[in-house]
């Protein structure tokens, strides 16, 4: 009389196991809220590092929080086109695919002396 819960418990498993396997990286997004600060002296975005998987929809609030002039910074990943100007003030929103993987520079397209970061975005 076990057999229909051994039956029971196995589909429970298989089902629960299938939806899992259903969140695809194609479906997944990711949020980074990426910060401009100034720390003696040097200008960089903060995370510097963004990580994310192959097929992310990846969400970026850039915020400009360098207190020095000028009051505009550039938050730019050539390799996506992505090329925006984050005034002191009014954080932007960045929406974009992960699309292809590998490391990418992330600079300041305004100024070449900004410490850059990267863009990682794995197979
Ligand atoms: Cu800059």
Not at 4 to 11: E, G, M, T
Not at 19 to 43: C, H, I, P, Q, W
Not at 76 to 93: F, L
Request: some cysteine; charged content about 20%.
């Amino acid at each position: 009389m076990r057999q229909p819960l051994v039956r029971l418990a196995l589909v429970t498993v298989l089902v629960l196991g299938a939806r899992v396997g259903l969140v695809r990286a194609e479906d997944a997004s990711m949020s980074f809220t990426v910060v401009n600060v100034e720390y003696e002296g040097s200008k960089m975005w903060t995370p510097a590092t963004l990580v994310v998987k192959k097929g992310t929809q990846v969400k970026l609030k850039l915020v400009n929080n360098v207190p020095s002039d000028p009051n505009q910074h550039g938050f730019a990943i050539p390799a996506y086109n992505i090329a925006e100007i984050v005034t002191r003030g009014e954080p932007k929103m960045v929406e974009f695919k992960a699309d292809k993987d590998g490391v990418f520079p992330i600079i300041c397209q305004l100024h070449p002396a900004h410490v850059g970061g990267e863009l990682v975005v794995l197979p």
